[in-house]
């Protein structure tokens, strides 16, 4: 199963607008597990097999984990050589340099809620 956004990005016979993009990807990360996937491959060499990264993200159910992998390999963000497992592609490695500006801005953020007493 893909998101609705995904599909029409696939099918659309021309270049994806950058709203179209944007919302696309924020489709696809606002999935429960999504981002987690993600960062549980983040690692220089990581690459897990189907039960280690099930094991990695914790309270995740093996149908769950199939059909996050399924999206995000159809989205070019994780590949799967048989050998060794689950990596990230990649259009996954870009991502997370893209983010890398939030992992630094995050920790800082919390820090002011807690101060603040929010």
Known sequence: MTTKRLAKLVAAGEPASGKDAINAALELFHRRWTLRILWELRG?????????????????????????????????LVEHDAGSGYLL?????????AIEPLLQWAPRWAREVQKAGA
């Open 44 to 76: 220089e060499d990581a690459s897990l097999n189907f039960r280690a990264l099930q094991a990695a993200c914790g309270d995740l159910s093996a149908s769950v984990l199939n059909q996050r992998l399924a999206e995000l390999r159809q989205a070019l």
């Open 89 to 97: 592609a990649p259009q996954g490695r870009s991502l997370l340099v």
